[in-house]
């Protein structure tokens, strides 16, 4: 049998497959059990990302054997120096991150949540095991891989009703924001300065959960129906039918098996992407101070209260995260990211305050609290859901995999900017200083270049639609 000929014969037998899946009828209840196991998955990916920041203090005094435990010591320093320059190479590691992605537009959505659940669970059994900076180090490299997919966020905008798509994602980021207080009250438990090696228990729930939850998600949600249609519409083309779309993607820079490359010339040549691409550049060049707020809450405070502080917080990032859902889909998606910016500014300056002037745990986790939970609603809205609403279905996956990594050299210019300063200056000030002006810019030119995209029916868009 020729290959074209092979090839034909697995495509017709994937199209049975699908139309069969397409065909089955859901239960009354699908969607709010789809959404209990995505939630779940949710709070894997949110526990994930925010773990080792928070036990960041912790691993470095046992892995550098920093006695003094301290975190103004030249040996803490030192140590930040050499942990925090693979943050910002990691930015590089993850340009592979797209090509991973786009192959949900071709092989499904629900294989690729149980990979990257999966592989989130594995990343932190790793950083568990570690006996030396390297295996940390790797460890936190395969976190860092894995965590910025949401692939759980695809997931709920192409399975729950439009008119619903960002309430449900922040209810849903909302409630897992909120379970990261898991990790104050799992440090509160095991978390002991007198055993240098005891941060490592506090993995070891989200661990089996993270590689239960993943392991099962296959077995327990169906592919979305999204997913569904555009693919069998792919399948169901003739080969002169292919030919002449193929003839339309080259002119149109889209296509409808999606690609990294071609998700790359798209966004440039589309207009709307192309100032959404300019503005994540410009806002994730704030997002560094989320990987040192624990370093600065240790050097005011005991471990001890640090714990509250780190049960606290999650509450206010929630509670923040769910109302955003609320006002993004009644004011807009542009509208709620002026007041998530401006309330991430004004709560990382209280956090500051609260931790120089001494305000306790309390004032510093609702502080930090709020101003996480309006930077990463922020995060959520101009790199995933305005992406996802300004591109065609068979490019969408494609197009947030590759923005996402794209996004990432903002990112990689304010960590250059804190890795280099924070040896000159005290680390809560550079917070202020970089995240100020980036935030400002970022807003400006999402407020003037970038065109409204909430209600947008997702089915409808074309590769004319935002020019």
Excluded: H
């Amino acid at each position: 049998m020729k290959n074209s000929e092979r090839t034909r014969e697995k495509e017709r037998r994937e199209l049975e497959r699908l139309d069969y899946e397409a065909g089955r009828a859901r239960p009354a209840r699908y969607l709010l059990f789809v959404m209990i196991v995505l939630t779940v998955i949710y709070i894997v990916d949110e526990i994930t990302s925010n773990i080792n920041a928070a036990m960041q203090p912790y691993v470095l005094f046992d892995l550098f054997s920093i006695g003094s435990r301290s975190v103004n010591s030249p040996e803490y320093t030192r140590a930040i120096n050499t942990v925090a320059p693979w943050q910002v190479a990691s930015n590089l590691f993850l340009i592979i991150t797209p090509f991973y992605k786009a192959l949900s537009d071709k092989y499904g959505r629900r294989l690729f949540l149980m990979i990257n659940t999966v592989g989130m669970g594995l990343g932190m059994l790793i950083v568990m095991t570690s006996r030396s900076v390297v295996q940390y180090i790797l460890g936190m490299l395969f976190m860092l891989f894995f965590t910025p997919n949401d692939m759980q966020v695809l997931y709920i905008m192409e399975t729950a009703p439009k008119e619903k798509r960002a309430t449900y994602s922040f209810i849903a980021k909302g409630v897992a924001l909120i379970s990261v207080s898991l990790i104050g009250v799992l440090s509160k438990a095991f978390l002991r300065e007198d055993l240098p090696s005891s941060w490592k228990l506090v993995y070891l729930i989200p661990v089996i959960v993270a590689l239960v939850i993943g392991a099962g998600s296959y077995f327990l949600v169906r592919e979305t129906p999204v997913f569904l249609e555009q693919r069998r519409a792919w399948l169901s083309l003739t080969p002169d039918e292919r030919a002449a779309r193929a003839a339309q993607d080259r002119q149109n820079a889209t296509s409808e098996e999606g690609g990294v490359f071609r998700a790359i010339k798209f966004i440039f040549k589309n207009r709307q992407l192309r100032w959404i691409l300019i503005a994540g550049f410009l806002f994730f060049a704030t997002t560094f101070y989320t990987s040192y707020y624990a370093t600065v809450l240790e050097g005011a405070m005991s471990t001890d209260l640090v714990a509250t502080a780190l049960i606290i917080y999650p509450f206010f990032n929630g509670l923040v995260t769910i109302a955003s859902g609320f006002f993004s889909d009644r004011l807009g998606r542009k509208k709620v990211c002026l007041l998530l910016g401006s309330l991430a500014l004004a709560g990382l300056a209280l956090f500051v305050l609260a931790c120089r002037l001494g305000w306790g745990p309390i004032a510093a986790g609702v502080a930090y609290g709020c101003s996480i939970g309006g930077l990463w609603s922020m995060s959520d809205t101009i790199i995933l859901t305005m992406p996802a609403e300004s591109s065609p279905s068979g490019m969408r996956s494609s197009v947030m995999g590759t923005i996402s990594v794209m996004i990432g050299a903002g990112m990689f210019i304010g960590q250059v900017l804190f890795i280099v300063l924070q040896n000159f200056f005290s680390m809560d000030l550079l917070f202020l200083f970089i995240c100020v002006p980036f935030m400002a810019l970022s807003l400006l030119v999402l407020m003037t270049k970038v065109k409204e995209t909430r209600d947008v029916d997702l089915d409808s868009i074309t590769a004319d639609t935002w020019q």
